[in-house]
Nanobody, 123 residues
Framework: QVQLVESGGELVQAGGSLRLSCADS????????MGWFRQAPGKERDFVAA????????NYADSVKGRFPISRDNANNTMYLQMNRLQPDDTAVYYC????????????????WGQGTQVTVSS
């Protein structure tokens, strides 16, 4: 069973940094590619970044490329999103998800979801 729990979201000023974590309490974490999505109020859930099972391959949305490196620690069943140079447009609920491929960039490409963590960037 896969149970994903996000943490690390909070209020931060523009230009600041945050690190989000996604922990899986199950025993199959390394079996899945993992991704981050975000959803702002009134908007669709958008792809942010994804990482392959081994961590060797990553995939990024253009809006975060070079600012939000994604990583994973399979020994500790945890995935991370380091968020740098945050801007007000990055304000959203951030969700982690597990699925079969690092190349999926829509929610339909992922099977397992966490409950989300709120990131708010003030100007």
């Amino acid at each position: 069973q896969v149970q994903l729990v996000e943490s690390g979201g909070e209020l931060v000023q523009a230009g600041g940094s945050l690190r989000l974590s996604c922990a899986d309490s199950g025993r199959t974490f390394r079996s899945f590619a993992m991704g981050w999505f975000r959803q702002a109020p009134g908007k669709e859930r958008d792809f942010v970044a994804a990482i392959s099972r081994s961590g060797a391959t990553t995939n990024y949305a253009d809006s975060v490329k070079g600012r939000f490196p994604i990583s994973r620690d399979n020994a500790n069943n945890t995935m991370y999103l380091q968020m740098n140079r945050l801007q007000p447009d990055d304000t959203a609920v951030y969700y982690c998800a597990g699925g079969p491929t690092v190349f999926a960039t829509t929610p339909l490409g992922y099977t397992y979801w966490g409950q989300g963590t709120q990131v708010t960037v003030s100007s």
